[in-house]
T-cell receptor, first 111, second 116 residues
Framework: AQSVTQLDSQVPVFEEAPVELRCNYS??????LFWYVQYPNQGLQLLLK??????LVKGINGFEAEFNKSQTSFHLRKPSVHISDTAEYFC?????????FGTGTRLQVFP | KAGVTQTPRYLIKTRGQQVTLSCSPISGHRSVSWYQQTPGQGLQFLFE???????NKGNFPGRFSGRQFSNSRSEMNVSTLELGDSALYLC???????????????FGAGSRLTVL
């Protein structure tokens, strides 16, 4: 099945701590991969994308992700989170005719 | 550069009614996609329009329809509303042209539909 799996539904973390949000994709999904963030009552905002080239991708707000073809993973990381990073994060893969989204990870940053 | 604009932002309907949602894409974007977001099902693809033609369609009943105008603006319509249609409907536009390539979507803020 063509799918994107986010392994954690919720990730609690203290402010200034590092965080990793995990994402795995099925091998049948195109290797165009994305991370989006959704704040309450808003749409999705693109954090970063992997289309080709360097496997380490840097995005907005200090986030980065690493494409790992052998492990079919595209984990999102931030070395030091802020309260304002509290949001829902979605991993997505391009299935040629549409984006397939994971179920989302709720990042909760505590002071 | 203006982003993707969706109207209305919030609306309440009753079962059996129909609803039309509107989406204005980023200037120059000719591809418009629609997604439904619910707590239970997550983000699900409805359809994509390109140059006034439906290019792709998700697995939704025929009550869900859409169209695109010559200026790339798009509308989606849901007829005979059911309680389960309550959701956030997200529109997204992209540069993707007629050929294949990465579909980098820019989303609007969404239209939140509540069906009573």
């Amino acid at each position: 099945a063509q799918s994107v799996t986010q392994l954690d539904s919720q990730v609690p973390v203290f402010e200034e701590a590092p965080v990793e949000l995990r994402c795995n994709y099925s091998s049948s999904v195109s290797v165009y991969l994305f991370w989006y963030v959704q704040y309450p009552n808003q749409g999705l905002q693109l954090l970063l994308k992997y289309l080709s080239g360097s496997t380490l991708v840097k995005g907005i707000n200090g986030f980065e992700a690493e494409f790992n073809k052998s492990q079919t993973s595209f984990h999102l990381r931030k070395p030091s989170v802020h309260i304002s990073d509290t949001a829902e994060y979605f991993c997505a893969g391009d299935n040629t005719d549409k984006l397939i989204f994971g179920t989302g990870t709720r990042l909760q940053v505590f002071p | 550069k203006a982003g993707v604009t969706q109207t209305p932002r919030y609306l309440i309907k009753t079962r059996g009614q129909q609803v039309t949602l509107s989406c204005s894409p980023i200037s120059g974007h000719r591809s418009v996609s629609w997604y439904q977001q619910t707590p239970g099902q997550g983000l699900q693809f409805l359809f994509e329009y390109f140059s006034e033609t439906q290019r792709n369609k998700g697995n939704f009943p025929g009550r869900f329809s859409g169209r695109q105008f010559s200026n790339s603006r798009s509308e989606m319509n849901v007829s005979t509303l059911e309680l389960g249609d309550s959701a956030l409907y997200l529109c997204a536009s992209s540069h993707r042209g007629a050929s294949s390539g990465a579909n980098v979507l820019t989303f609007g803020a969404g239209s939140r539909l509540t069906v009573l």
